[in-house]
């Protein structure tokens, strides 16, 4: 079988990266205690002092997918024009043989022979970007909110749910656009050709070509955990808060596995350069975000004291938090350092002459 196209270039979220992180409806239950916002009335304080936002007119007790989904069409609308932005830009570039994918892979200069995957890109791009605002908007709704907030909290809290839902719809088709590059240049039959896409694009391992080898299954991995821990904001009752809300952090994995998944396979962000340093520069602001939610946490049970309690058990959740600041103060640093420099280890350009013969892998 013949592969046209290098692995996708982000996805994850995207594939990911989650992307996509969960949703929530509530900063209250993502940060923490108490009951889900369905069962607190609205001047009801919860276990941490915090009074719920108050919900508007007609919003449902709880909010379901069903209704989440109604409500997700506009945001869905713009993800599928900057999509359309970003492809025709792509495409462009390709034509006139500016972008980098044309240095990694010269026989994609014939734009029009590969435009599913070229789609397939500014869908894994939009899908980065929506994972990248979803997670903004529950880290901030989860921890300390702030004095004042452009729109009403619980606009912002709809807007977090239904974000991170067109966040796994544009990673699917981000994936699924991927898998139909691999069938269109197949020269097998219909079915082997089919089979062996959905090999490559779905499972962990089939894709062995290259970079391929890790890339595509950090992809994978985000996909795969993105869309169940996205839609198991709508059982949580089922589940209880606090399995939900150990579960919902993972999501800032999903995230980075999706973004890992973007710097090690784009092919538009595959050598050091102003696009791969915005992409790092664009981290920052989550970093922050993370920090300031762990300095600042929405829960008494959360905050660190000035020294450890007696007991063993407590020694080691103080031990934890503490760690888990000094992590996030770490990347911090490094990210700050990244942006500053340029580099991040990544690959370096190719001389020009070099182009036919350069090892992609």
Known sequence: M??????????????????????????????????????????????DGRVPAPRTAGESRRPTLRSDLRASWPDGLVALLITAAVFVLLYVRIRNKTSSTVTVMPFMADAGGFWMYFLSQAF???????????????LMLSGSRPGRLPISAPRLERLHRTTSLNTM???AAHALL????????????????VATAFVEAFVPGGYDSGTGRIAIPVGQAALYLAIP???????RHRIGPRTWRVLHRCVIVVYVLS???????????WYDGWFRTSVWLLQLPIAALLLLRLLRPARRSEKLSARPGAGAGERTRWALRLGGRLAVVAVVVALVAVVATGRDGGRSVPPEDTSSTHNHD
Do not use: M
């Open 2 to 47: 013949t592969n046209p196209s290098p692995p996708p270039e982000q996805a994850a979220a995207a594939e990911t990266p989650g992307s996509a992180p969960a949703p929530t409806d509530n900063p209250v239950t993502v940060s923490g205690p108490g009951t889900p916002p369905a069962a607190v009335p609205p001047a009801t304080a919860s276990g």
């Open 124 to 138: 894994g791009w939009s899908a980065l970007l929506w994972a990248w605002g979803t997670v903004i908007l529950g």
């Open 169 to 171: 719809a544009l990673i």
């Open 178 to 193: 991927f898998a139909g590059e691999l069938v269109r240049h197949d020269t097998a039959s219909w079915n082997s050709a």
């Open 229 to 235: 821990l996205g839609l198991l904001f709508y059982v």
């Open 259 to 269: 973004v890992w998944h973007t710097l090690l396979y784009g092919t538009n962000v």
